[in-house]
């Protein structure tokens, strides 16, 4: 491989994580979203709208539909692979 079809193939794998990381972020944004804290006798609504319309901005820009579900990734245990267990 080239020097410059390295240099591509880190481009896009870097771009690839980095979508990735945008879209665990607008996940966790999006389960915290409208969730009531209290602290020190004070109880407010956690708003993310702003934040998750910036993230589905850039994601949209990278060609992801964002208007598809984003489903939470699931980590098989290994005996659960094997069907044995």
Same mark, same amino acid.
């Given at each position: 491989? %080239?020097?410059?079809?390295?240099? #591509?193939?880190?481009? !896009?794998?870097? +771009?690839?994580?980095?979508?990735? +990381?945008?879209?665990? +972020?607008?996940? =966790? =944004?999006?389960?915290? &979203?409208?969730? $009531?804290? %209290? ?6 609504? =956690? &708003?993310? %709208? %702003?934040?998750?319309? +910036? #993230? *589905?901005?850039? =994601?949209? $820009?990278? !060609?992801? &539909? ?7 990734? #699931? ?8 069907? *044995?267990?």
């Amino acid at each position: 491989m %080239s020097h410059e079809t390295q240099g #591509i193939h880190r481009t !896009g794998r870097a +771009r690839v994580e980095a979508n990735r +990381r945008a879209a665990a +972020r607008a996940l =966790l =944004l999006v389960i915290h &979203d409208g969730k $009531m804290c %209290s602290a020190e006798g004070e109880t407010w609504e =956690l &708003d993310f %709208s %702003s934040e998750l319309e +910036r #993230i *589905d901005e850039v =994601l949209q $820009m990278a !060609g992801i &539909d964002t208007t598809q579900p984003l489903h939470c990734p #699931i980590r098989w245990r290994d005996e659960d692979e094997d069907g *044995d267990k």
